[in-house]
């Protein structure tokens, strides 16, 4: 199994910006392609970013494409989420997952993969 531990989330103005971090333990982590999801009170958890276990590749869900920018260090095990110029919707709590490619339907949790306990990210004015 792998487990996943989440932090960095906070409450932020309005085009304000927060960093996430994402400890791995468990499973090879160099192994395996990392995402980002976030949930809302009474809806489906939703994928929003995911990298190549090189980092060598990014894919971005429309919503955040050219705002977050997701990274990862293999030598520490850590996946990271950088977010920019954030909005009222971006409020969720977020979490990062191993993740697998689903043709035509998309990135999906991998897997053998515990979720964290997430993190809280409030965009409010």
């Known amino acids: 199994q792998m487990r996943m531990a989440e932090s960095g989330g906070g409450v932020v103005q309005p085009g304000g910006s927060l960093k996430l971090s994402c400890a791995a333990s468990g499973r090879n982590f160099g192994n395996y392609a990392m995402g980002w999801f976030r949930q809302v009170p009474g809806k489906e958890r939703e994928w929003i970013a995911a990298?190549?276990?090189?980092?060598?590749?990014?894919y971005y869900d429309d919503a955040v494409k050219g705002r977050f920018t997701i990274s990862r260090d293999n030598d520490v095990n850590a996946v990271y989420l950088e977010m920019n110029s954030l909005k009222p919707e971006d409020t969720a709590v977020y979490y990062c997952s191993a993740v697998e490619h689903i043709p035509l339907t998309g990135w999906r949790p991998a897997g053998g993969v515990d979720w964290g306990q997430g993190t809280q990210v409030t965009v409010s004015s």
């Open positions: 990298i190549k276990w090189n980092g060598e590749k990014t």
